[in-house]
């Protein structure tokens, strides 16, 4: 029972962890800094996800960009556990989609 409550809190932390929406970045953050600082918390620095999470990977996804903005911006429904970035600007989502689909497969 103890073992159960601590693993149900670690994934609670780990998945609360992720939601940090915001958007005051200096004026020179790269892609790659967007990327770690709204994602590789939960996809990794790779964007290969955790299957223990279950957190997909996002390198390697067939989503087209505006799906994934989509995502990104408002969610995907159902019980995702996928932090919603509400006050994210498009062009900020745009550049961490730039980033993901140049990460290597």
């Keep these: 029972m103890k073992q159960l409550f601590i693993i149900s809190f670690a ?3 780990t998945l609360s962890a992720c939601s940090r929406d915001n958007h005051d970045h200096p004026s ?3 892609n790659k800094e967007l990327f770690i600082a ?3 918390e939960c996809h990794g ?11 997909p ?3 390697d996804t067939e989503l087209l960009n505006i799906q994934v903005r989509h995502k990104i911006i408002k969610g995907s ?3 995702s556990k996928m ?3 509400h006050d994210m600007p498009e062009k900020e989502a745009n550049r961490i989609i730039t980033y993901l689909r140049n990460l290597p497969q």
């Design 83 to 85: 932090p919603i970035f």
């Design 38 to 40: 709204h994602c590789s």
């Design 11 to 13: 994934l609670i932390f």
């Design 57 to 59: 990977s996002n390198r």
């Design 77 to 79: 429904g159902g019980n």
């Design 45 to 55: 620095p790779g964007g290969t996800g955790s299957i223990l999470l279950g957190v």
């Design 28 to 30: 020179d953050i790269s």
